[in-house]
């Protein structure tokens, strides 16, 4: 019986394996999987990370739709309904590209013989010819969990000695294998919590033509830049009522012993995380505490911060600031941000939220397709009578979502 099981799992690898690329057009967008186990990665037996195309064209809102894959990473298991759905509507140009993406993604699961492809990376890989690769990334405990006649894990030793030198003009996939450790190294900490405590963070922001930046340790891309004021995360109603009188110009009465301690607490690991940060002593007196809430990440992290003035918060498109230089921290887009964060401190709820979005989305592709096709009034009727309802449900969604998305009151606030 084992032999038989083995025969038909290795029949049926044969049957669904796809043609993973060694070498990519000079214009098209491509998926790849990086799967990884301690100091080894899955390679093709060609020594090459599984990729495989998803369009020979690419869309011109790509970082929509690379957003939208990250949501839908939270639920591969849905992928056959999602592109089953896409396909009913596949006119539309953006369904079309996402359907793609998805046929994709299902190639790789058949392929690899795993159903979960890991995270997306927040950034897709171009280079100069045209190409894209958008990679996904995944920590696999158990090596024998992937089995496959055409793959194999090698060190990633061998795939660093592969690298190409600064001074060639490399493909996407040779800058994909370039920056392989930088992928797992970020893959590693976004889902890494910090240890339980009180912290004070620091926003600082970029914006672009398209998106806003939001400026992360790279040990941790899930918080802001931070520092721990203390071991307990919670703030007593007595220590908020000493914020809430700073941050109100109120005249402060002699402050209790405990207000005394947090006090002290806080201005210690303001100016450590200020310090760190190369704000000059003159420059930290014109920064604020966010005073409206304390941030209850979860239930052992909370975080208070600190904003600079209006005029510093973010950097217009054209300005620098050398923090955003530094190779200490990274950018991630706003929504990439919220999403790693959420889904750190709040997985259960990120996984629900990313799900529904992805799939009302689909079904607003869906309804609009049947507006468009609609030959009677009746059927018009009923198509906007559902794409109302859609609506509806889209919104009371996304009531929920900025309920949590604590990151849109601090903007507001700073800016």
Known sequence: PHMRRSMKKGLKNFFQSVKFHRNLKS???????????????????????PVVEVDDTFPSMLNLDLHWFMKVSCTWSDLRQLRQDLDRCASASSASFRSRLLQAAIQLQNSLGVQDLGYVYHTAIKDSH??????????????????????????????????????????????????????????????????????IGYLKLCSSMDSIGVLVPKGNPNMLPHCRIRDNPNVSSEEWEWVRRLCSGEEDPKPSQAQCIFRDQLIRASKRLLNSLDVSEEDALQHRLFCTEVLELDNNVSMLLLVPPVEDVCCAPGQ???????????????QVFELVHMTTFQPHFFDQYATLSSQLEVENFLVQHQCREAFSDSELSGAKHRQLRIANFQQDLEDIWRGARWIMDVLQYAR
């Open 130 to 199: 045209g190409s894209i690769v958008i990679p996904t990334v995944r920590q696999v405990k158990d090596p024998k969990y992937v089995q496959s006649s055409s793959l194999k894990w090698v060190p990633i030793s061998r795939l660093q000695r592969r690298r190409m030198s600064a001074a060639e003009d490399p493909s996407a996939l040779e800058r994909l294998l370039n920056r392989i450790p930088e992928i797992m190294h970020y893959n590693h900490n976004s889902t890494k919590p910090p240890p339980q405590g009180l912290y």
């Open 320 to 334: 620098t600031h050398h923090l955003f230089q530094q190779d200490s921290f990274l950018t991630l887009p706003l």
């Open 27 to 49: 214009r098209g967008v491509y998926l790849a999987t990086i799967l990884y186990h301690g100091d080894h990665i899955l390679v093709t037996g060609e020594d090459n990370i």
